[in-house]
């Protein structure tokens, strides 16, 4: 989506090792979202940041890590790697003067643990 | 905890027909309910309502909360191919607070 790029778009990785995941956003939005999809589940939240290196945990961290050292920049790190962390990993942006317009969603990653 | 539930949780339908797909939550101060049109990507936002009884509409589609019975209604009439697609419905508690269900699997036939 405009404004909003996640990367990579596909991974594959191995059992065990670390994985970063990138969300890049152009509209200077307050807040970010790290979602993981599942079959049955639905969108669930797994971090959130509301400005610049103020994070906090949702639903489902454990086994990942977060940091935004930026504005533009939202990183999801799952520390090690598990199978049950393949999934479909979207980023999500809102800010407070366009609530009325809901979430951004970026394209996601497809995360494939092995 | 907080809850969505979706129904029905999947339809077929012809071109042309209308469509109702519902959603009930139980969400801690609540605030709003978004829906959002997930095709096969990214979900894409539709509406957001705040307030009770007060009908939103974009073209064909139609959304009404009912803060009393915990349910919103998200209508489609004249239903087109391109309409099929996942809805889902989004109850929020606050920015942070925005829990999701699993969607209604809406697939339009020629």
């Known amino acids: 989506d405009a404004g909003i790029t996640q990367s990579p778009r596909h991974k594959v990785t191995e059992t065990g090792t670390p994985v970063t995941l990138r969300c890049h956003q152009t509209?200077?939005?307050?807040?970010m979202y790290w979602y993981r999809q599942d079959p049955g589940h639905g969108l669930r939240l797994i971090h959130y940041s509301y400005g610049v290196k103020d994070t906090d945990k949702g639903e489902v961290s454990d086994g990942y890590s977060v940091s935004r050292s930026k504005t533009e920049d939202f990183l999801l790190t799952l520390e090690s790697a598990t199978s049950s962390q393949t999934s479909v990993y979207f980023c999500?942006?809102?800010?407070?003067?366009?609530?009325?317009?809901?979430?951004?969603f970026g394209s996601g990653t497809r995360l494939t643990v092995v | 905890e907080d809850k969505v539930v979706q129904s029905p949780l999947s339809l077929v339908v012809h071109e042309g027909d209308t469509v109702t797909l519902n959603c009930s939550y139980e969400v801690t101060n609540f605030r709003s309910l978004l829906w959002y049109k997930q095709e096969k990507k990214a979900p894409t936002f539709l509406f957001m309502l705040?307030?009770?009884?007060i009908e939103k509409k974009s073209g064909r589609l139609s959304n009404i909360l009912d803060k009393k019975e915990l349910s919103s209604i998200l209508n489609i009439t004249a239903t087109q191919t391109g309409d099929s697609a996942i809805y889902l419905c989004a109850p929020s508690g606050g920015y942070q607070k925005v829990t999701f269900g699993t969607g209604t699997k809406l697939q339009v036939i020629p």
């Open positions: 999500a942006i809102s800010d407070v003067d366009r609530i009325n317009y809901g979430y951004t």
């Open positions: 705040t307030s009770s009884g």
């Open positions: 509209e200077n939005h307050r807040y």
